[in-house]
Every structure is written in C-alpha cells, then in structure tokens.
C-alpha cells in the first residue's frame, strides 16, 4: 500500500543518512523502523535519552575530526544537493 507522509526536513536528512550508512533504500529504514515502533510495548516512565545523545565517537574519529580531515573541500557537494538530487530521483 502506497502513502504520503510528511516528514520534518530535520528527520527527513537525518533518515536518508542512515540508509546511505547502511546501504539500504528509505523506504527499507522508514518500514523497519515502524515494525520497531509496533512491536514495543508502550513505556510508562520518563523519557529516555535518544541515540543521538548517547553515542560516543572513537578515538581516532575525533582525532581526525579536530584534524579537519572531514571539512569539506572546495567542490565538495551539500548533504542538502544529495539529498534533493535522491528525492528528484537523479
């Protein structure tokens, strides 16, 4: 079954960045996050902090971070065109 949703841009970006990391369509992230949701019992306590705040970057990642090895570079495109260039279907 086809629908439409609309998804904040903020979620949109963040969503299509994980399919890239793991090499798999939106639509294939969007579904198997939903099965996630479904099959979870609603929690009654206080809100858990999001993966987002717990995660920790190794060592050599931030090394290389302070570094400006992930800077972008002249030439370099924007997340935002990539991401407009998938939706455009280019």
Not at 9 to 26: D, N
Not at 68 to 75: D, V
């Amino acid at each position: 079954m086809k629908t439409t949703i609309d998804i904040p841009e903020p979620l949109y970006k963040k969503a299509k960045i994980r399919a890239i990391e793991r090499g798999q369509t939106l639509q294939q992230i969007v579904l198997t996050s939903l099965e996630r949701e479904l099959e979870v019992p609603p929690v009654t306590s206080g809100p858990s902090p999001s993966y987002w705040a717990d995660r920790m970057l190794l060592p050599e990642f931030k090394a290389a971070q302070k570094a400006g090895a992930y800077r972008p570079k002249p030439g370099d495109r924007d997340i935002t065109a990539l991401i407009s260039d998938d939706r455009d279907g280019n």
